[in-house]
C-alpha cells in the first residue's frame, strides 16, 4: 500500500528507533523522488530528539504518529500527526508544525514573521491552512476532529515576539507541556487501519467547502474583484452570459467540451475564471481552477484563505516544471481525480503537452488565453494547439471570445492606440484619440524625478500605484534581496547604465512570490513605491496607476522597433537573452521570435494601469520618440 507519509507507527517504535535519521531519508527519497536536503535533515535531528523525550510516556506508547504527510492533490505537507481517541471515542488528530527557529518577531503583515533563518509564514497561517484543506477537501475529513498545534522545541516562550489566536495551543522547549496536552486530548489508540484509510485519503471536496462557498460567495468575489480590479466587481452581460452557458451544458449535455476563451488584456478573463470557479462550487460541482504563474496564484490564494482557511484548496498548479517532485494538473503522471470541470487561466503559458493532459482532467474543460500575451518561445498555448488537441481527443469545442474591455478606463480605444504603437508605430492614427485621453490619463516622463512625482501625488490622493519594469540592467538574486542583482532602478547598477547616479531611492525587484508578490499586489505594499515587478510579476495583476520603466531591449531606432542590448531575461528555452543574442549575429528566425515576444512584453506592461500609465525610457532616442507621440496624439 503506498504510504503519503514518510514514516508511519506506534511512538513506542519511534523511541526506540536508533536509525531514525536514515529512515526518514529513505522514505523521503522513495515517496518524494530526492534526498532531502541539509537544512531539512537537521531539522529533523532536532526535532526528533526533541519529540523521542517528550512522547517517552507509557500512556502514549501505542498512539500512531506520521511524519510528512503530503495533503492530497498538493505539494503541501504536514510535519507530525499523532492519532488517537478523543474522550466521545470519535478518531482524533493533533496536527502539529514543527519549528526550529530560537528567535522571530512580527513583520509587516500578520500572515509573514521574520524568525532567525528569514521572514516566512506565520506558522498559524500554516496549521489552520493544512486544517481547511483536510475539512475542505479530503475523502475522511467527516470521519476525525483535528486540533491545530505549534512547536518551537528551540525556543523559549520570550523569545517567540509573535501573536498567535486563543485557539492555537503552542509549545515552546518544554517537553513535559506537550506530553500532558497529548495524553489529555488522546486518552485512547485509535487502529493502524483508520489512520491508513486517512493517510490514503483523496481529494474530494466536501459539503463542507460546497457550504463555505455558499456563505462567503459575494464576499470571496468582491474580495477578487477590489484586489484584481479596482474599479467594482459586477460582470458584465457577456461575461455572464459566458459562465450560464458552461454551467448549463454541464448540467444538460452528456458530452466531453473543451471551451476555448480568448480575451485581450483587460477583458477580465482571470475575474470571469474566478466567478466560474465560485459558480460551480456553490453548485455543488467538482471544480478546480488551476495556473501555472506562482506570483498570481499564491496572491489569489491568500484572498480565498483571508475568508476562510483551507477555501484557496481549489486553487492549483497545471504545471510545476521537470525538477518539481509534486506534479501539476497538466503534466505527466499527474495524481488526482477526473472532475466535473477544470478551468485554466493564463494557458497560453501551456506547452502542448500541458495541452495534452489539461483535456483529460474534467468532463468540461475551460481554457482562458490570449495569444499575444504569451512569454517565451516553448509556450504554446495558441488556438490551433488547442483544436488540434481536443480533434484527437474526440471532444466538442466551443470557442467563445471576450470581446469588451474592461480594465482600462480608456477603452477599445486606447487598445487600438497600443496595438498602433507596437505594431505600426509610423502610422498612429489620430481615430478615438479624443475619446480615450479624455478617460485615461497617458503620460511620459522625462526625467525618473517626474514618474515618482506623478505617482507619489496619486498615491496621496488614495489611489493605487505600482512600477513595473523591463527585466533588463539587473537578473535578480533569489538570495540576497539587497543584492545588485536586485537593485533595478537606484545607484550603482548590476549593468553599470548611470542614469539613476543621482537619485536618492533605490528600488529593488520583487522575488519571493508570497513573502514579496501577495504584500505588493494584495495589500497595497506597491504604494511605497520600494519594489517594482517584472513582466512576470504583473501579468494579471493591475493598479490605478503604472509606473512604466521602458527598458533598453527594445528600442526606437530608424523610425521603428528595433531590438536592443541589455536583457537580463534568462528564463525559457531559449530564453529572450539567448534569442537577442541569436539576433545580433544574423539568426532571422531569432529575430522574429525575440521581437514578437517584446511587443507582448510591452503590450502587457502598457495594459496594467487601470486609470493611467506613465512611462519613462532608459534609452533616449525612444524617450525621443514618445515624447513626440506624446505631443502629437496625447497632450
Same mark, same amino acid.
Given at each position: 500500500?503506498?504510504?503519503?507519509?514518510?514514516?508511519?507507527?506506534?511512538?513506542?517504535?519511534?523511541?526506540?528507533?536508533?536509525?531514525?535519521?536514515?529512515?526518514?531519508?529513505?522514505?523521503?527519497?522513495?515517496?518524494?523522488?530526492?534526498?532531502?536536503?541539509?537544512?531539512?535533515?537537521?531539522?529533523?535531528?532536532?526535532?526528533?530528539?526533541?519529540?523521542?523525550?517528550?512522547?517517552?510516556?507509557?500512556?502514549?506508547?501505542?498512539?500512531?504518529?506520521?511524519?510528512?504527510?503530503?495533503?492530497?492533490?498538493?505539494?503541501?505537507?504536514?510535519?507530525?500527526?499523532?492519532?488517537?481517541?478523543?474522550?466521545?471515542?470519535?478518531?482524533?488528530?493533533?496536527?502539529?508544525?514543527?519549528?526550529?527557529?530560537?528567535?522571530?518577531?512580527?513583520?509587516?503583515?500578520?500572515?509573514?514573521?521574520?524568525?532567525?533563518?528569514?521572514?516566512?509564514?506565520?506558522?498559524?497561517?500554516?496549521?489552520?491552512?493544512?486544517?481547511?484543506?483536510?475539512?475542505?477537501?479530503?475523502?475522511?475529513?467527516?470521519?476525525?476532529?483535528?486540533?491545530?498545534?505549534?512547536?518551537?522545541?528551540?525556543?523559549?516562550?520570550?523569545?517567540?515576539?509573535?501573536?498567535?489566536?486563543?485557539?492555537?495551543?503552542?509549545?515552546?522547549?518544554?517537553?513535559?507541556?506537550?506530553?500532558?496536552?497529548?495524553?489529555?486530548?488522546?486518552?485512547?489508540?485509535?487502529?493502524?487501519?483508520?489512520?491508513?484509510?486517512?493517510?490514503?485519503?483523496?481529494?474530494?471536496?466536501?459539503?463542507?467547502?460546497?457550504?463555505?462557498?455558499?456563505?462567503?460567495?459575494?464576499?470571496?468575489?468582491?474580495?477578487?474583484?477590489?484586489?484584481?480590479?479596482?474599479?467594482?466587481?459586477?460582470?458584465?452581460?457577456?461575461?455572464?452570459?459566458?459562465?450560464?452557458?458552461?454551467?448549463?451544458?454541464?448540467?444538460?449535455?452528456?458530452?466531453?467540451?473543451?471551451?476555448?476563451?480568448?480575451?485581450?488584456?483587460?477583458?477580465?478573463?482571470?475575474?470571469?475564471?474566478?466567478?466560474?470557479?465560485?459558480?460551480?462550487?456553490?453548485?455543488?460541482?467538482?471544480?478546480?481552477?488551476?495556473?501555472?504563474?506562482?506570483?498570481?496564484?499564491?496572491?489569489?490564494?491568500?484572498?480565498?484563505?483571508?475568508?476562510?482557511?483551507?477555501?484557496?484548496?481549489?486553487?492549483?498548479?497545471?504545471?510545476?516544471?521537470?525538477?518539481?517532485?509534486?506534479?501539476?494538473?497538466?503534466?505527466?503522471?499527474?495524481?488526482?481525480?477526473?472532475?466535473?470541470?477544470?478551468?485554466?487561466?493564463?494557458?497560453?503559458?501551456?506547452?502542448?503537452?500541458?495541452?495534452?493532459?489539461?483535456?483529460?482532467?474534467?468532463?468540461?474543460?475551460?481554457?482562458?488565453?490570449?495569444?499575444?500575451?504569451?512569454? @517565451? =518561445?516553448? !509556450?504554446? /498555448?495558441?488556438?490551433?494547439?488547442?483544436? *488540434?488537441?481536443?480533434?484527437?481527443?474526440?471532444?466538442? $469545442?466551443? #470557442?467563445?471570445?471576450?470581446?469588451?474591455?474592461?480594465?482600462?478606463?480608456?477603452?477599445?480605444?486606447?487598445?487600438?492606440?497600443?496595438?498602433?504603437?507596437?505594431?505600426?508605430?509610423? @502610422? =498612429?492614427? !489620430?481615430? /478615438?484619440?479624443?475619446?480615450?485621453?479624455? *478617460?485615461?490619463?497617458?503620460?511620459?516622463?522625462?526625467? $525618473?524625478? #517626474?514618474?515618482?512625482?506623478?505617482?507619489?501625488?496619486?498615491?496621496?490622493?488614495?489611489?493605487?500605484?505600482?512600477?513595473?519594469?523591463?527585466?533588463?540592467?539587473?537578473?535578480?538574486?533569489?538570495?540576497?534581496?539587497?543584492?545588485?542583482?536586485?537593485?533595478?532602478?537606484?545607484?550603482?547598477?548590476?549593468?553599470?547604465?548611470? $542614469?539613476?547616479?543621482?537619485?536618492?531611492?533605490?528600488?529593488?525587484?520583487?522575488?519571493?512570490?508570497?513573502?514579496?508578490?501577495?504584500?505588493?499586489?494584495?495589500?497595497?505594499?506597491?504604494?511605497?513605491?520600494?519594489?517594482?515587478?517584472?513582466?512576470?510579476?504583473?501579468?494579471?495583476?493591475?493598479?490605478?496607476?503604472?509606473?512604466?520603466?521602458?527598458?533598453?531591449?527594445?528600442?526606437?531606432?530608424?523610425?521603428?522597433?528595433?531590438?536592443?542590448?541589455?536583457?537580463?531575461?534568462?528564463?525559457?528555452?531559449?530564453?529572450?537573452?539567448?534569442?537577442?543574442?541569436?539576433?545580433?549575429?544574423?539568426?532571422?528566425?531569432?529575430?522574429?521570435?525575440?521581437?514578437?515576444?517584446?511587443?507582448?512584453?510591452?503590450?502587457?506592461?502598457?495594459?496594467?494601469?487601470?486609470?493611467?500609465?506613465?512611462?519613462?525610457?532608459?534609452?533616449?532616442?525612444?524617450?525621443?520618440?514618445?515624447?513626440?507621440?506624446?505631443?502629437?496624439?496625447?497632450?
Amino acid at each position: 500500500m503506498k504510504m503519503n507519509s514518510i514514516y508511519i507507527d506506534c511512538i513506542k517504535n519511534f523511541i526506540n528507533l536508533n536509525d531514525l535519521l536514515n529512515t526518514f531519508k529513505n522514505n523521503f527519497k522513495d515517496i518524494y523522488g530526492d534526498y532531502p536536503n541539509i537544512e531539512q535533515q537537521k531539522s529533523w535531528e532536532t526535532s526528533i530528539n526533541f519529540l523521542k523525550i517528550a512522547l517517552n510516556h507509557n500512556e502514549l506508547h501505542d498512539l500512531i504518529v506520521a511524519f510528512e504527510y503530503r495533503l492530497p492533490f498538493s505539494n503541501e505537507r504536514i510535519d507530525l500527526m499523532i492519532f488517537g481517541k478523543a474522550k466521545d471515542e470519535k478518531p482524533m488528530i493533533i496536527l502539529f508544525e514543527l519549528k526550529g527557529w530560537k528567535k522571530a518577531e512580527s513583520c509587516y503583515y500578520n500572515y509573514i514573521v521574520d524568525s532567525d533563518i528569514g521572514k516566512t509564514i506565520h506558522p498559524e497561517y500554516q496549521v489552520k491552512n493544512y486544517v481547511g484543506k483536510i475539512k475542505f477537501s479530503h475523502s475522511e475529513s467527516e470521519n476525525f476532529n483535528i486540533i491545530p498545534s505549534i512547536v518551537m522545541y528551540n525556543a523559549n516562550r520570550e523569545d517567540i515576539e509573535i501573536e498567535f489566536s486563543n485557539d492555537i495551543t503552542v509549545f515552546y522547549n518544554n517537553t513535559e507541556e506537550l506530553t500532558h496536552f497529548i495524553r489529555s486530548n488522546l486518552p485512547s489508540t485509535v487502529d493502524i487501519e483508520t489512520v491508513e484509510r486517512f493517510i490514503n485519503g483523496e481529494y474530494k471536496q466536501s459539503k463542507k467547502l460546497f457550504g463555505a462557498i455558499r456563505q462567503h460567495y459575494v464576499q470571496i468575489q468582491q474580495q477578487s474583484y477590489l484586489t484584481l480590479a479596482e474599479d467594482g466587481w459586477g460582470l458584465s452581460s457577456e461575461q455572464i452570459a459566458l459562465v450560464e452557458e458552461i454551467l448549463r451544458d454541464f448540467k444538460e449535455k452528456d458530452e466531453k467540451i473543451v471551451y476555448l476563451v480568448q480575451g485581450a488584456p483587460g477583458s477580465g478573463k482571470t475575474l470571469v475564471a474566478i466567478h466560474l470557479l465560485l459558480s460551480s462550487l456553490n453548485k455543488k460541482h467538482q471544480t478546480i481552477l488551476a495556473y501555472r504563474n506562482n506570483r498570481l496564484i499564491n496572491s489569489i490564494r491568500n484572498i480565498f484563505d483571508s475568508i476562510e482557511r483551507g477555501l484557496s484548496n481549489p486553487i492549483k498548479f497545471y504545471s510545476m516544471g521537470p525538477r518539481a517532485n509534486f506534479k501539476g494538473v497538466a503534466e505527466k503522471n499527474f495524481n488526482g481525480p477526473v472532475l466535473d470541470l477544470v478551468i485554466f487561466d493564463e494557458a497560453q503559458r501551456m506547452t502542448k503537452e500541458n495541452i495534452k493532459y489539461a483535456m483529460q482532467r474534467g468532463k468540461i474543460t475551460v481554457f482562458f488565453y490570449d495569444e499575444g500575451q504569451i512569454l @517565451n =518561445i516553448e !509556450e504554446e /498555448g495558441n488556438t490551433q494547439n488547442f483544436v *488540434n488537441e481536443a480533434n484527437n481527443q474526440g471532444k466538442k $469545442i466551443k #470557442e467563445r471570445f471576450l470581446r469588451g474591455f474592461y480594465r482600462t478606463q480608456g477603452g477599445e480605444q486606447y487598445q487600438k492606440f497600443v496595438e498602433n504603437l507596437l505594431e505600426n508605430p509610423n @502610422n =498612429i492614427s !489620430e481615430d /478615438g484619440i479624443n475619446t480615450w485621453q479624455h *478617460n485615461y490619463d497617458f503620460r511620459v516622463c522625462s526625467t $525618473i524625478d #517626474e514618474l515618482f512625482s506623478l505617482l507619489e501625488e496619486r498615491r496621496d490622493r488614495q489611489y493605487k500605484v505600482a512600477l513595473i519594469a523591463a527585466f533588463t540592467e539587473s537578473p535578480g538574486d533569489l538570495k540576497n534581496t539587497r543584492s545588485i542583482k536586485n537593485l533595478r532602478i537606484g545607484y550603482p547598477l548590476y549593468s553599470n547604465l548611470d $542614469i539613476y547616479n543621482r537619485l536618492q531611492k533605490k528600488v529593488f525587484w520583487l522575488m519571493d512570490p508570497i513573502n514579496d508578490y501577495v504584500p505588493f499586489w494584495v495589500h497595497g505594499e506597491s504604494n511605497n513605491l520600494e519594489k517594482c515587478a517584472s513582466i512576470y510579476g504583473c501579468q494579471g495583476f493591475e493598479t490605478d496607476y503604472a509606473g512604466i520603466i521602458w527598458g533598453r531591449d527594445f528600442i526606437y531606432r530608424d523610425n521603428k522597433w528595433q531590438l536592443g542590448n541589455n536583457c537580463e531575461d534568462n528564463i525559457g528555452n531559449p530564453s529572450l537573452k539567448v534569442l537577442i543574442n541569436k539576433a545580433k549575429n544574423g539568426d532571422q528566425e531569432a529575430e522574429r521570435y525575440a521581437y514578437q515576444l517584446l511587443i507582448n512584453r510591452y503590450r502587457i506592461f502598457l495594459t496594467r494601469g487601470i486609470k493611467g500609465s506613465y512611462i519613462f525610457c532608459e534609452d533616449q532616442e525612444t524617450a525621443d520618440f514618445f515624447i513626440k507621440i506624446y505631443d502629437e496624439f496625447v497632450a
